[in-house]
C-alpha cells in the first residue's frame, strides 16, 4: 500500500539516492539534510522508503525544491508529479498574504520536461541565465 509520510531515516534517505545514483556523503550530512529541510516528503510501499521530496525554505522570496527521487521501479506511476504538486502546496499555504516566493530546482539531466508540466521555466532564458553550482568537499 503507498503512503506518504513526513518523516525519513538518514539511511533510508541515502539509500533512495543510491538507488537513482546520486552522490553519497556522510550519515552524519543526511541527517542534517532531512532535519532542516522546511519539509520532506517520504512516500512509502508499506514501510519501504521509495520515494523523497524535500522543501527548502526560509520564509522569504527564494524556496528551492531539492531530491525528487522516486525508485526506478515505482516511476511513471505519478508518485514524482504527488511529491512536487504537495511541495507547491506547501509553499502557496504557508507563504504570508502579500508574498512572492521564486521556487527553484536543479532538474536532474534528462527530467526537465517533468518539471515544465509544473511550469518551471529552464534556464537560461529571457530574464535570467544558466544555472550554477559547485560541490565543496572538506578535508579529513
Known amino acids: 500500500m503507498i503512503r506518504y509520510t513526513d518523516d525519513i531515516t538518514a539511511e533510508e534517505y541515502m539509500e533512495l539516492r543510491d538507488r537513482v545514483g546520486w552522490m553519497q556523503f556522510p550519515l552524519e550530512e543526511a541527517e542534517i539534510c532531512v532535519r532542516k529541510a522546511y519539509m520532506v516528503l517520504c512516500v ?20 528551492f525544491l531539492s531530491d ?9 506511476q505519478g508518485i514524482g508529479r504527488a511529491l512536487v504538486e504537495a511541495c507547491i502546496r506547501k509553499l502557496n499555504d504557508d507563504m ?11 532538474s536532474a539531466k534528462g527530467k526537465e520536461a517533468f518539471y515544465k508540466k509544473f511550469g518551471f521555466r529552464e534556464r537560461p532564458n529571457e530574464d535570467a541565465g544558466p544555472a550554477m553550482d559547485q560541490w565543496f568537499f572538506s578535508e579529513s
Not at 519501504?48 to 526560509?58: E, F, P, S, T
Not at 525528487?68 to 511513471?76: H, K, S, T
Not at 504570508?96 to 536543479?106: A, E, M, R
Open 96 to 106: 504570508p498574504h502579500g508574498f512572492k516566493v521564486k521556487l527553484t530546482l536543479n
Open 68 to 76: 525528487v527521487i522516486v525508485i526506478p521501479e515505482y516511476q511513471g
Open 44 to 63: 512509502r510501499d508499506d514501510d519501504k522508503a521509495i520515494g523523497v521530496v524535500r522543501l527548502l525554505w526560509d520564509g522569504g522570496y527564494i524556496a
